[in-house]
């Protein structure tokens, strides 16, 4: 990658410069500086239990939480299956506090992979990441929030196809926007986001368990019937329930902005985790005091029946809780998300400019918009489904690589300081759990899972033209530092440390 400069042109006086205070200009939303220009450790507990919970739970415990229910056959099989999901979730997650307060680096997943395997292993994930899952699952979420937003103003007819998108492309802009602006700004967003979908879940368990008090308990009756279940399809329940809870990593990507990452890590990753896995439970349990499993299966989105058989007009509120859910998953994610390109840039697998910060308000601008062009991309031109069904069994195959990489670790480098461990059992058991899912994504759907396969594989021959082969041409090296000094002096940023 080209050597780090400040561009020519510029004035000791001016911005780049590192002796002189920075100015603001007069912007109140920039963060006053001080010498270095650098991230800061700004999460902290309450902000880390926020990314995670705020990002895990989106749109689907609201609108169609049916895939444990129709493949399990039973009420009290599905309520079983959201309980286990939790636990082995918070496996997973007790295995990535351990792996962030051993390696405490930002990056989640990338530099986990980097530090256990190698940067060829690092990069494939990267440019899985890159190319495909990340801007696909940025739109989806995305879409959600713009059909729920607009939701109550066409009531009761559809939404057009074009309000919609329009709504989403807002969307991902004001998240975009928002996270180049101010760390402090996008912290303190996800956590009220994460308490108005905390509210919304709180206003569907209350009214829910007040009927189960009351004696609505039919559609509890024979809940454990095990003649209507169905043990091949207890797999694919088991995957969905697993989808449901997926984001408990999110925290693992910005390590390094955690105030006291060796206490701050663990204690956010356990407490989340057993919040969503009783929310969702309890969630489960009051749609069933209120709808038979064949109503909750018919429903297009259940929360919203559930509101009508209960507070009547009051329905019209959840789509726009929905919304709110959707904005706070966008806002996690993204936040998360763009540490990861930062922490690649700066080791050397991503073009230098990803890893240089804002001069004024210490946010890695370049690496935060890097998805922006792309995802408004797909939003308009691409089939995002089909992108999604073809690379989400990779996200289980690297989440799986990462924890095999903790076993690793602990006989490669013993004397790692590992302040947070886990018993040998808790990896081994959900590395094996991803593989399954792996397993069970080539078994139920083997054309797609290879077209995404196929993908993934085009990261080798990119790994090797742009990362391994260190003698460039001279024209493409020009053309590189000429881009990256365009770039930097465009979105006013340095390298960390300026």
Not at 262 to 274: D, F, G, N, Q, Y
Not at 344 to 360: D, N
């Amino acid at each position: 990658m080209t050597r780090k400069t400040v561009p020519k042109g510029v004035s000791p006086q001016s911005n780049f410069g590192e002796k002189e205070p920075l100015r603001t200009n007069g912007d109140p939303h920039a963060e006053a500086p001080e010498e270095k220009v650098e991230l800061r450790k700004k999460v902290t507990l309450l902000q880390g239990i926020s990314i995670i919970i705020g990002t895990i739970i989106g749109a689907g415990i609201f609108i169609s939480p049916k895939g444990i229910l129709k493949n399990s056959g039973s009420v009290g099989m599905s309520l079983v299956i959201w309980v286990g999901c939790g636990i082995l979730s918070l496996f997973g997650a007790l295995c990535y506090a351990e792996l962030g307060t051993c390696i405490k680096k930002s990056g989640g997943h990338y530099t986990y992979i980097l530090e256990a395997f190698g940067p060829q292993m690092a990069f494939v994930r990267l440019w899985v990441d890159m190319i495909a899952i990340r801007p696909a699952g940025l739109a989806v979420i995305a879409l959600a929030f713009g059909r729920y937003i607009l939701e109550p103003i066409f009531m009761p007819c559809e939404v057009p196809m074009f309000a919609v998108k329009l709504a989403t492309a807002i969307g991902i802009t004001a998240v975009m926007y928002i996270n180049s602006m101010s760390v402090t700004w996008t912290t303190r967003l996800q956590v009220i986001l994460t308490f108005s979908k905390l509210l919304a879940i709180a206003i569907i368990i209350f009214p829910g368990l007040y009927q189960l008090f009351k004696g609505e308990t039919k559609n509890f009756e024979n809940a454990f019937e095990f003649s209507s279940v169905d043990l091949t399809g207890l797999p694919l329940a088991f995957y969905s329930g697993m989808y449901a809870y997926a984001g408990w990593f999110y925290l693992n990507f910005v390590t390094e902005e955690v105030e006291n990452p060796e206490r701050t890590v663990p204690l956010a990753i356990c407490i989340s985790m057993v919040i969503v896995t009783i929310c969702y439970t309890l969630t489960n349990v009051a749609y069933y005091t209120v709808m038979s499993a064949e109503e909750l299966l018919a429903s297009d989105a259940v929360a919203v029946t559930f509101a009508e058989k209960l507070m009547g007009n009051f329905s019209f509120a959840v789509p726009i809780f929905v919304a709110l859910s959707c904005f706070g998953s966008m806002n996690g994610c993204l936040f998360a998300i763009s540490r990861m390109f930062y922490v690649a840039s700066r080791e050397g697998q991503l073009p230098e400019v990803f890893s240089m910060i804002h001069i004024r308000r210490h946010t890695p601008l370049p690496a935060v918009i890097v998805l922006y062009p792309v995802t408004l991309l797909i939003l308009f031109l691409g089939d995002i489904y089909s992108l999604l069904n073809f690379m989400s069994f990779m996200r289980w195959l690297f989440i799986g690589v990462a924890v095999v990489g903790l076993i690793y670790l602990r006989y490669t480098r013993p004397e790692m300081p590992r302040p947070f461990k886990v018993p040998l059992f808790i990896p081994v058991v959900f590395s094996l759990t991803c593989f399954f899912m792996v397993f069970l994504s080539l078994y139920s759907d083997p054309v797609n899972t290879g077209i995404g396969f196929a993908i993934s594989l085009t990261g080798i021959p990119a790994y090797y033209i742009f990362i391994h082969i260190q003698r460039k041409p001279k024209w493409f090296q020009k053309f590189s530092e000429f881009v990256n000094r365009s770039l930097q002096i465009l979105l006013e940023v340095v390298p960390v440390g300026h």
